[in-house]
């Protein structure tokens, strides 16, 4: 199974900050890769797929890049609505897998 | 506009089975496949499994393989997740997502297993 790493595990910011978040891959993934935004008690919410493909009605401040086993997503000029938790997954090859996830607080 | 909708809670005692349903409207449903994911209390995602809504071909991740079981129902635009022999670590929502990107997600089921 592809092993997927986050980092940081949980990061601390204010509001107005840019703030990156590192998704790593066991091996290569080409472009495959989603990000999902979760706040508690909540389903997840679609951000980004195919590494840097904004999903409908996701704000230009969220943006993703990478490709083969780095990605990132980069939040800029945060607000309160997006202290949450983030989830990287691929699915290049089943069985489809998350990283353990990042929590962005204040 | 995309809908998943899941069926309601359940309770279950140890050893039991559950069947939770996701029901899709707002795009054609066999264009695109349908994931579950669980979430334990206070723990991170967990992919379990995929169909494909066209033919019903399945990928199960190791840790459910046995005990889960995906189906489709093209009538209905609804697709059903068995998970069979409950234990108390089976604790956890239940999440339907559309396509292997995981486009839309549904609401959540939760499912407690408690003797």
């Known amino acids: 199974d592809i092993q997927m790493t986050q980092s940081p595990s949980s990061l601390s910011a204010s509001v107005g900050d840019r703030v990156t978040i590192t998704c790593r891959a066991s091996e290569d993934i080409s472009i495959y890769l989603a990000w999902f935004q979760q706040k508690p008690g909540k389903a997840p919410k679609s951000l980004i797929f195919a590494a840097s493909s904004l999903h409908t009605e996701v704000p230009s401040k969220f943006s993703g890049s990478g490709s083969g086993t780095d990605f990132t997503l980069t939040i800029t000029s945060l607000q309160p609505e997006d202290f949450a938790t983030y989830y990287c997954?691929?699915?290049?090859?089943?069985?489809?897998?998350f990283g353990q996830g990042t929590r962005l607080e204040i | 506009q995309v809908h998943l909708v899941q069926s309601g809670g359940e309770v279950k005692k140890p050893g039991a089975s559950v069947m939770v349903s996701c029901k899709a409207s707002g795009y054609t449903f066999t264009n695109f496949g349908v994931s579950w994911v669980r979430q334990a209390p206070g723990q991170g995602l967990e992919w379990m499994g995929w169909i494909a809504t066209y033919n019903g071909d399945t990928h199960y991740a190791q840790d459910f393989q046995g005990r889960v079981t995906l189906t489709t129902d093209t009538s209905t635009n609804t697709v059903y997740m068995e998970l069979r022999s409950l234990r108390s670590d089976d604790t956890a929502v239940y999440y339907c997502?559309?396509?292997?990107?995981?486009?839309?997600w549904g609401q959540g089921t939760l499912v407690t297993v408690s003797s």
């Open positions: 997954q691929q699915y290049n090859s089943f069985p489809f897998t």
């Open positions: 997502a559309r396509g292997q990107e995981a486009f839309n």
